[in-house]
T-cell receptor, first 114, second 117 residues
Framework: AQSVSQHNHHVILSEAASLELGCNYS??????LFWYVQYPGQHLQLLLK??????LVKGIKGFEAEFIKSKFSFNLRKPSVQWSDTAEYFC????????????FGGGTRLMVKP | DVKVTQSSRYLVKRTGEKVFLECVQD?????MFWYRQDPGLGLRLIYF???????EKGDIPEGYSVSREKKERFSLILESASTNQTSMYLC????????????????FGAGSRLTVL
């Protein structure tokens, strides 16, 4: 079965610091990759996704992620975080043998100090 | 605005009770999902449905069942609630249309926080 690992469970940063959240998956075939975000008290929502083309994907609010197939990774980055980025971030993977099913990582809780 | 609506935000039930969690979407999506969200474990798929009356087991189906009698409604049933089912339950839906249906975005509901005493 597909597995998704997010290595950082809790991250605390000061405003303007750079962010990188790791995500690794186990499936060796074709994948669709997602980052979802859950702001405090809000629904989970899409941050960005990759399904083909340029492996560097840009999403909302200045976030980007890079798909590195050889490393089975899809790390999330932001050059300068803001207090409003405080949220929980989830990496998710859909593999071509799983239909419409998504497998989520364990999540990373980010706190940005003002 | 597209919506996935979960009927109950907070529920408190006793061990052994039967629990129904309802989810309705207004986007005419084919796929609907039930996840549970637990700290450190992320979201784990319980069941999903890709069409009316169709269902597939996810990663953790034990102790749960589902019902999809209408396209817009997907119900999660705990036949006999247990304390280890205390969790946040998230419903989601997605379209199966398009050239890359596996890349279609999930729209989530607000969640139902269930406490089993």
């Amino acid at each position: 079965a597909q597995s998704v690992s997010q290595h950082n469970h809790h991250v605390i940063l000061s405003e303007a610091a750079s962010l990188e959240l790791g995500c690794n998956y186990s499936y060796g075939g074709t994948v669709n990759l997602f980052w979802y975000v859950q702001y405090p008290g809000q629904h989970l929502q899409l941050l960005l996704k990759y399904f083909s083309g340029d492996p560097l994907v840009k999403g909302i609010k200045g976030f980007e992620a890079e798909f590195i197939k050889s490393k089975f990774s899809f790390n999330l980055r932001k050059p300068s975080v803001q207090w409003s980025d405080t949220a929980e971030y989830f990496c998710a993977v859909n593999s071509d043998n799983a239909g419409n099913m998504l497998t989520f990582g364990g999540g990373t809780r980010l706190m940005v100090k003002p | 605005d597209v919506k996935v609506t979960q009927s109950s935000r907070y529920l408190v039930k006793r061990t052994g009770e039967k629990v129904f969690l309802e989810c309705v979407q207004d986007m005419d999506h084919e796929n609907m999902f039930w996840y549970r969200q637990d700290p450190g474990l992320g979201l784990r798929l319980i069941y999903f449905s890709y069409d009316v009356k169709m269902k597939e087991k996810g990663d953790i189906p034990e102790g749960y069942s589902v019902s999809r009698e209408k396209k817009e409604r997907f119900s999660l049933i705990l036949e006999s609630a247990s304390t280890n089912q205390t969790s946040m339950y998230l419903c989601a839906s997605s379209s199966s249309q398009g050239a890359h249906p596996g890349a279609n975005v999930l729209t989530f509901g607000a969640g139902s926080r269930l406490t089993v005493l």
